[in-house]
């Protein structure tokens, strides 16, 4: 039983990164219809930036608490993700908003590559480790073990995610948010100004993006220029595993996503006698989110979207 | 995704051929001068070096090339004569970004550039796949690297390696778990990857005819960076060791996270554990972690610490394979110089033949173009470096 609590709280953790990652990625599908590749990038650009600042400081040895390090770096990390956010939009998908589906698709794709070839030039090929600035204190529960940090990710993660709902279903900015991904024309008659909404959810979900890179990094201890792509990919199909376009649904999706990984990846060997080992684990997570394609093509939460007539 | 990676990887060639045509142009433009100078006494020497130079191995890959680089440097330097002239050599360089059907597009590549030798590929996943296209076109390779064991057995006259192969180092690194660090219960985990799956094969083989129990077999990927879900099922099993075959970007986390879950068993590796980023990867929780590395340290290598100094000079700190790329290198150098000629068919045979004092030890080839007597040494982390255990002969 210990190992199975243990199983569900390393996919909780795993799960809270992946849903932070996968709300950038249903917001801006909401609005817009778009698949933002670039998306998984930010999230490493989010890790470098403040990587770089926390390097920097451990390293100048200036009398600061570790946690205060790291929150220095995630101050710095939100601004930079969320400009360069705001300028993928402008540069390579407003300009394109009208064109057919696929081509705001390609730039997607380009902006990702060149994101990842720019980090490659600045930081550099090698693994950059992620100083030791953040003491590791381990808990028990039932026989299993959490750390601080662990706790400290699942957390923040919660709170950020709270903070968003309250954002799109309490505010002023939110309630333009939802009537631009109901009819963007139609939100537009009613004096919502499209183009600061739309740059408004690229912003905010790069925002989040920055956090979660800022949680990998720590968590696993090293950043690199590739760590997007997985990272993307995985939150992708969280998204699409809640329904993509749904807040709730890309939530839900990551932290299932997470522990399905988990527990398939601890319990595949003993279940099937070794004949599946481990090295299923992204089989059997991408099954489950086969089978709940086939049976909700929509994603768990996502509603049958009529189409606009 | 499905439709992004033929995109990347279409990207991908279509940038290598943009380079391949830009060296080539600044070869034309090299050429008149060069011919001026030695007064067209000069013969140009092409010689290929692959290694992944982008992706998560891009550091390695990059020390690799530094490595064979600067012999040729160094062979320029001499003024080595081949038949009557001086030879020119030049590398050119491809990035294989650790993908086997990449690494046979550059090797292809390279054929069709007219290569006279190979120094690579870094991985073994890419070399044996390459080492058919070089066998092929009568191309001797030579890996700095590859230790995976199909690579020599596969009959290629062609195939060459410096490095011990997974056969001696598995062995070696089974049995010293189960006898030197005293291990009963063994859990094995492998990256899937050519050399790690080898590796641990060959470790799973030796420990249990030293007497151990291998108590679980777990498998990650070389790009997975969360290995909690097959810690915590080794953790239920109880094992005094964990053996990890694959390379530092996951061993460093892995390490991290059996400190997150409270796992105390010891943890030993092969030599893609055994690097300077492993330590700074892993910090505070890499102490005590025991690897090998096949043949013997730079600090005891026969020329060492010369190497070291000329090498730091040049690009900095060694990552892992320079040295072996350097001696790579200077083999086949070697093998020209004896026989006289840079023709892939006349030098072969004098390659099969070489012996001499590298900086890593004697080279010398078997039957298989194995290198002989494959020593693996055995570091552990002390104080943040790796400390020497022993060098053990299998």
């Given at each position: 039983m210990d190992i199975f609590l243990q199983q569900v709280i390393n996919g909780l953790v795993l799960g809270s990164v992946y849903a932070l990652v996968a709300l950038g990625y249903t917001m801006v599908y909401g609005i817009l219809e778009l698949i933002n590749f670039a998306h998984g990038e930010i999230t490493m650009v989010g890790a470098m930036v403040s990587l770089a600042v926390v390097s920097a400081l451990a390293g100048s040895g200036v009398d600061m608490p570790g946690v205060m390090i790291v929150l220095t770096g995630v101050l710095t990390a939100i601004p930079v993700c969320m400009g360069l956010g705001y300028s993928i939009e402008r540069v390579a998908y407003r300009p394109l908003r009208h064109a057919p589906r696929l081509a705001p698709l390609i730039t997607a794709i380009g902006i990702s590559i060149v994101l990842q070839n720019a980090a490659m030039l600045i930081w550099g090929r090698q693994y950059i480790p992620f100083p030791p600035v953040l003491q590791i204190t381990r808990y028990d529960i039932g026989g299993a073990t959490i750390t601080n940090l662990q706790i400290a990710i699942i957390v923040l993660s919660a709170c950020a995610m709270i903070g968003l709902v309250f954002l799109v279903n309490k505010t002023r900015l939110g309630r333009a948010m939802r009537a631009t991904a109901q009819s963007p024309q139609v939100a537009g008659l009613m004096g919502v100004n499209i183009n600061s909404i739309?740059?408004?959810?690229?912003?905010?979900?790069?925002?989040?993006?920055?956090?979660?890179?800022?949680?990998?990094?720590?968590?696993?201890?090293?950043?690199?220029?590739?760590?997007?792509?997985?990272?993307?990919?995985?939150?992708?199909?969280?998204?699409?595993?809640?329904?993509?376009?749904?807040?709730?649904?890309?939530?839900?999706?990551?932290?299932?996503?997470?522990?399905?990984?988990?527990?398939?990846?601890?319990?595949?060997?003993?279940?099937?006698?070794?004949?599946?080992?481990?090295?299923?684990?992204?089989?059997?997570?991408?099954?489950?989110?086969?089978?709940?394609?086939?049976?909700?093509?929509?994603?768990?939460?996502?509603?049958?979207?009529?189409?606009?007539? | 995704m499905k439709q992004i990676r033929p995109l990347i990887i279409a990207l991908g060639c279509a940038l290598a051929l943009g380079c391949g045509k830009k060296e080539e142009a600044a070869k034309t433009e090299a050429a008149p001068g060069a011919g001026g100078a030695a007064a067209g006494a000069e013969?140009?020497?092409?010689?290929?070096?692959?290694?992944?130079?982008?992706?998560?191995?891009?550091?390695?890959?990059?020390?690799?090339?530094?490595?064979?680089?600067?012999?040729?440097?160094?062979?320029?330097?001499?003024?080595?004569?081949?038949?009557?002239?001086?030879?020119?050599?030049?590398?050119?360089?491809?990035?294989?970004?650790?993908?086997?059907?990449?690494?046979?597009?550059?090797?292809?590549?390279?054929?069709?550039?007219?290569?006279?030798?190979?120094?690579?590929?870094?991985?073994?996943?890419?070399?044996?796949?390459?080492?058919?296209?070089?066998?092929?076109?009568?191309?001797?390779?030579?890996?700095?690297?590859?230790?995976?064991?199909?690579?020599?057995?596969?009959?290629?006259?062609?195939?060459?390696?410096?490095?011990?192969?997974?056969?001696?180092?598995?062995?070696?690194?089974?049995?010293?778990?189960?006898?030197?660090?005293?291990?009963?219960?063994i859990a094995i985990i492998d990256d899937r990857s050519a050399y790690g799956q080898g590796l641990a094969d060959q470790v799973a083989t030796a420990a249990k005819a030293a007497g151990a129990d291998v108590v679980a077999r777990e498998y990650t990927s070389d790009k997975a960076t969360d290995f909690t879900a097959i810690l915590t099922s080794i953790k239920s099993k109880k094992p005094d060791l964990i053996f990890f075959g694959g390379m530092f970007p996951q061993g460093a986390p892995m390490v991290k996270q059996m400190k997150g879950l409270g796992l105390k068993a010891k943890f030993l590796g092969g030599d893609g554990v055994q690097t300077a980023d492993f330590l700074s990867i892993a910090g505070t929780d890499g102490e005590g972690v025991i690897a090998s590395s096949p043949g013997v340290p730079v600090s005891s290598m026969p020329g060492g610490q010369d190497f070291v100094t000329k090498y730091t000079a040049k690009y900095g700190e060694i990552q892992l394979y320079a040295p072996y790329a350097y001696d790579a290198a200077w083999a086949m150098i070697n093998a020209m110089k004896a026989a006289n000629s840079s023709d892939p068919a006349v030098y072969m045979p004098e390659l099969a033949k070489v012996n001499f004092t590298g900086v890593t030890g004697q080279i010398s080839f078997d039957a298989k173009g194995d290198v002989q007597g494959g020593a693996v040494t055995m570091y552990q982390v002390k104080d943040g470096k790796w400390q020497v255990l022993e060098t053990v002969k299998k």
């Open positions: 739309i740059s408004a959810t690229f912003v905010i979900g790069s925002g989040l993006a920055a956090i979660a890179g800022v949680m990998v990094s720590a968590y696993y201890g090293l950043a690199h220029y590739y760590m997007g792509f997985m990272l993307g990919l995985k939150a992708f199909s969280a998204a699409v595993l809640g329904g993509i376009g749904n807040l709730t649904g890309a939530m839900l999706g990551g932290l299932l996503l997470g522990v399905i990984e988990s527990l398939g990846a601890g319990y595949i060997g003993d279940l099937t006698g070794g004949f599946l080992g481990s090295h299923y684990q992204d089989v059997f997570a991408f099954f489950v989110l086969i089978l709940v394609l086939v049976f909700r093509p929509s994603g768990l939460l996502g509603e049958r979207v009529v189409d606009r007539a | 013969e140009l020497v092409k010689i290929g070096s692959v290694a992944p130079l982008t992706g998560p191995q891009a550091s390695l890959g990059k020390d690799n090339e530094n490595g064979a680089q600067l012999a040729f440097d160094e062979a320029n330097a001499q003024g080595i004569m081949l038949g009557g002239k001086k030879a020119k050599f030049e590398i050119i360089s491809e990035d294989d970004q650790a993908d086997p059907r990449t690494g046979t597009v550059v090797a292809q590549k390279l054929v069709d550039s007219k290569v006279k030798g190979v120094i690579g590929h870094l991985n073994s996943g890419t070399t044996i796949p390459a080492s058919k296209i070089y066998a092929d076109n009568n191309i001797p390779q030579i890996s700095p690297s590859a230790t995976a064991i199909p690579y020599t057995a596969q009959g290629y006259k062609t195939a060459f390696r410096v490095m011990t192969n997974d056969e001696q180092q598995g062995a070696v690194l089974g049995n010293y778990a189960a006898t030197a660090l005293g291990a009963k219960k």
